[in-house]
Antibody
């Protein structure tokens, strides 16, 4: 079955750019949306955004000005960039596949998820 | 923006039934999904589209959404069910994924 694995630096300096990659294995990226989430220490889940396999994107309005998600289906990867990070961006970052109920784009859930990767913003 | 409200904690004895609620404005008109997250692990989908179960999820997990609130029911609770549970919907008014604050299930 489809498995996802996040990778990237675990430590980023304030004001710099956080970059993560999610690698998809065990299935095709085609016809699916691919998403990023984060979870600050001791806090709940926050959706960051997603990309369609063909490259269109949608972002959480609260983060839209600082984030970008891209996809490379030839490598079976999609990536996240968060600009101008602060300590508030310290979190475990997860990637996940978005599934949609046929004919109902307002009905979508996320499965499976990657194991997550902790990113700490600190000088 | 749309807000989902969950109790911060629910406690239940082994073998009993746990009910975790998820409240929101006109939530009955939305499709609710539920995730289980054990400490140090990624979330796992346990119920989608109000009441459907992914393959591999025990029948003990069930969902309902006939009004306010939506409910995740875990029957015959086991120690291994101890986890945080999150409900999720899509807020079409602002094109945003919304999560509840999470409920910590403690098995006594």
């Amino acid at each position: 079955q489809v498995q996802l694995q996040e990778s990237g630096p675990g430590l980023v300096k304030p004001s710099e750019t956080l970059s993560l990659t999610c690698t998809v294995s065990g299935g095709s990226m085609s016809s699916y949306y691919w998403s990023w989430f984060r979870q600050a220490p001791g806090k709940g889940l926050e959706w960051i955004g997603y990309t369609y396999y063909m490259g269109s994107t949608k972002y959480n309005p609260s983060l839209k000005s600082r984030v970008a998600i891209s996809v490379d289906t030839s490598k079976k990867q999609f990536s996240l960039r968060v600009n101008s990070v602060t300590a508030a961006d310290t979190a475990v970052y997860y990637c996940a596949r978005r599934l949609i109920l046929t004919g109902h784009t307002d009905v979508s859930w996320f499965d499976p998820w990657g194991q997550g990767t902790l990113v700490t913003v600190s000088s | 923006s749309y807000v989902l409200t969950q109790p911060s904690s629910v406690s239940v004895a082994p073998g009993q039934t746990a009910r975790i609620t998820c409240g929101g404005n006109k939530i009955g008109s939305k499709s609710v999904h539920w995730y289980q997250q054990k400490p140090g692990q990624a979330p796992v989908l346990v119920v989608y589209d109000d009441s459907d179960r992914p393959s591999g999820i025990p029948e003990r997990f069930s969902g309902s959404n006939s009004g306010n609130p939506a409910t995740l029911t875990i029957s015959r609770v086991e120690a291994g069910d101890e986890a945080d549970y999150y409900c999720q919907v899509w807020d079409e008014s602002v094109d945003n994924v919304v999560f509840g604050g999470g409920t910590k299930l403690t098995v006594l």
